[in-house]
């Protein structure tokens, strides 16, 4: 889908009517801010955000805009750029709740929303978070804090493997191995928290001049 | 009871008051002693074998006497279990204190001690008020800080002038014998009526467990109105004794507000830090750290009322912002002392204050005039109720999360009055309040209306709305992961969309807080991760316990599970276990806990214990398959590897 400059730019379907035309032009400045006035951005265009710099897990975080399963497309793996549907399909994991959505729906929003969290974990899209993953994660939180020995990331990293091997698989037999977290065992984990009201970003209020190198 | 009546009557029979004579006047409880004949100077008095000289003793005898009252009244009403979740700790409360008012209206034939209000600002509400502050769960505060503040301070306006205009409407119909109240003293009584009471909120709201965010809108709204009460007060107190009132007055009346609303907190920020930073240079000292966190907050409330500014807000911020510093500054043992005794403070003021309303109401305090006091209390409700309403139209439009039908029922419903009104009416000078005994009626109805028929009733209606309670599990270690995780993804998102949201400014802070504040005000700054240090605690409180039960000399090091390198161990020295242990010790002191929710009557639980050791039964169970069969160990080194691996 081709965006022009002036044109009004397409809505895909997911987001309406939930998103206002003028979020759209906002995340639209935006994004061609972030592509130089191109009509696709590529991963090395993330690079000019200064603040972006500090986070820890700021690579996967630019690989989560850029993972297929995220695009809502069956396939797989990465793309190398994606266009301004893209960008806004991504951002639409993040658009709040409203108050008339009935219990379906709002599962439904939760699923969606747990899924891009789950695909951010699960880096070698096999489906499951395994302990390896796991660390990775834990790795890189950790990584800002530079007293911290790999020793330390590596046990939490098990501890908390096993807290979720007891949640979800509860009593192990001695040989039984737990191959990882598959997504059903993350919702389990995510039950009691309420990340459909906590996961949203306010689209209405954007600095979009905000810096860029 | 008891006791007092038995000193009452060995006074009246033997009293022979001996060293200076003081005879104990209609003093703060009642209980005098009839003078003594005293002899003339030439009259031997033979030695005494036995005296009694309660004078000398007396205020400190009675104040002892009625705390012991309280704490035994409070031990009465958990002896049966289901009585406190039914009916919350302040009815039953009052309850008492009205009984012991009637037994001393009764015996003395005239009205009990009133509640001083100077003894209620100064001396019991500060300890409830550091209590909550020190407990409050910041990040929410701070996250619903908008929606507080707009109810606290435009609320109580709208609650104020309401209730006076309705009030004054009514005074002038003369079928009711009102019509001398003036404007000026009904919008003065309704600012004082409608501040809703942060004792009375967390007497009521801890039993019942709401969802968090609720709790904090309720509570934090009833801390931050205390800075427009007090201007109100003040500011209508004076017009109603100044003889003209120009622009200029209501124009000093805003600007009032803000001096009073800031400099309390100010003052509060200010002391905070530079209790923060004394805690730094007492490691020498263990033993009087608590004693510091109480003094400068104390300090800060005083401190604050001297310049009438409002003390709530200074002690809650100094709270607040001691609050992380001090943690890691002190040592495990002050901490726990900090906090027990905090509770322990709050707990006998709050039980203080609920008896002595019982007490204080009764009495010839009175004057009745149904009209008056039941359109107060109409008003009250209808004011809140409307206030509510038309206030959470307006912020949901600025809310992320927009407040539902449910919550903003429970929000009016747990607007709450107390002790702050009823002190506050008491204080109001007579001279120029004729009518003043018929505000503290309406004043009483009020607060005996919304704490019995409101506290009650608020729990079968929370129920009966099945409203959100609140989540009482542990953090578990996965959970502090999937939170950071989590709170990254968000500030990364916002980045990408150039979005200046919450978590901007909440980073912001940290970093300035890192770079600045931590260096000057801790100790020994190791930038630590929350996830690490509940990691830690979680694996040696489970470690103490192994020890302790001497089952670690059986068990292999839990090292990395995978990793196990037979070269990283060898025999060391007394000197360097001498050393580790030291380490270790440490790393104790420095775990910092986090509280979940405000508990009034316990801290926070223990960690989920069963799943700690569940984690690290697993690890060692695994490590014994694989050493098992490595079979690399000798007897003594598991303990020093074990230690080890600590550091």
Known sequence: ?213 | LLPMLAALAAGAAEARATSEGQLPGAAAMGTGTPPSPSGTAFEETRLHVFTLDYPHVQIPFEITLWILLASLAKIGFHLYHKLPSIVPESCLLILVGLLLGGIIFGAEEKSPPVMNSDVFFLYLLPPIVLDAGYFMPTRLFFENFGTIFWYAVVGTLWNAIGIGISLYGICQISAFGLTDITLLQNLLFGSLISAVDPVAVLAVFENIHVNEQLYILVFGESLLNDAITVVLYNLFKSFCQMRTIKVIDIFAGIANFFIVGIGGVLIGILLGFVAAFTTRFTHKIRVIEPLFVFLYSYLSYITAEMFHLSGIMAITACAMTMNKYVEENVSQKSYTTIKYFMKMLSSVSETLIFIFMGVSTVGKNHEWNWAFVSFTLLFCLIWRALGVFVLTQIINVFRTIPLTFKDQFIIAYGGLRGAICFSLVFLLPPAVFPRKKLFITAVIVVIFFTVFIQGITIRPLVEFLDVKRSNKKQPAVSEEIYNRFFDHVKTGIEDVCGHWGHNFWRDKFKKFDNKYLRRLLIRENQPKSSIVSLYKKLEIKHAIEMAESGMISKVPSSGSLSEYHEGKIKPLSPTEMENMREILTKNLYQIRHRTMSYNRHSLAADANEKQAKEILIRRRHSLRESLRKTNSLSRERPVLAFIFFFI
């Not at chain 1, 022009?4 to 998103?19: E, F, H, M, R």
């Not at chain 1, 939760?110 to 695909?119: A, C, G, I, Q, V």
């Not at chain 1, 951010?120 to 800002?144: A, C």
């Open chain 1, 1 to 213: 889908l081709e965006v022009s400059q002036g044109a009004q730019p397409p809505i895909p379907s997911l987001l309406s009517p939930t998103v206002t035309s003028e979020q759209i032009e906002h995340l639209h400045r935006r994004f061609k801010q972030l592509s130089q006035d191109q009509l696709t951005i590529r991963k090395e265009n993330f690079d000019s955000i200064p603040d972006l710099e500090f986070n820890p897990i700021r690579g996967k975080i630019v690989h989560a805009f850029f993972d297929k399963r995220n695009l809502r497309q069956e396939s797989d793996g990465l793309a190398d750029e994606i266009n301004f549907e893209d960008f806004l399909t991504i951002m639409s994991y993040f658009r709040p709740i409203e108050m008339n959505m009935d219990e379906e729906q709002l599962d439904r929003f939760r699923k969606e929303k747990l899924k891009f969290l789950f695909h951010m974990y699960d880096s070698d899209h096999d489906g499951k978070i395994t302990l390896q993953e796991y660390r990775n994660v834990v790795e890189e939180l950790l990584s800002g804090n530079p007293h911290l020995e790999k020793e330390s990331a590596r046990s939490i990293a098990d501890g908390a493997m096993m807290e979720a091997a007891s949640i979800c698989v509860g009593q192990m037999g001695p040989d039984q191995v737990y191959e990882g977290i598959t997504f059903e065992d993350f919702l389990k984990m995510w039950q009691g928290i309420d990340i459909e009201t906590k996961m949203h970003v306010r689209f209405l209020n954007m600095e979009t001049i905000a810096h860029c190198y």
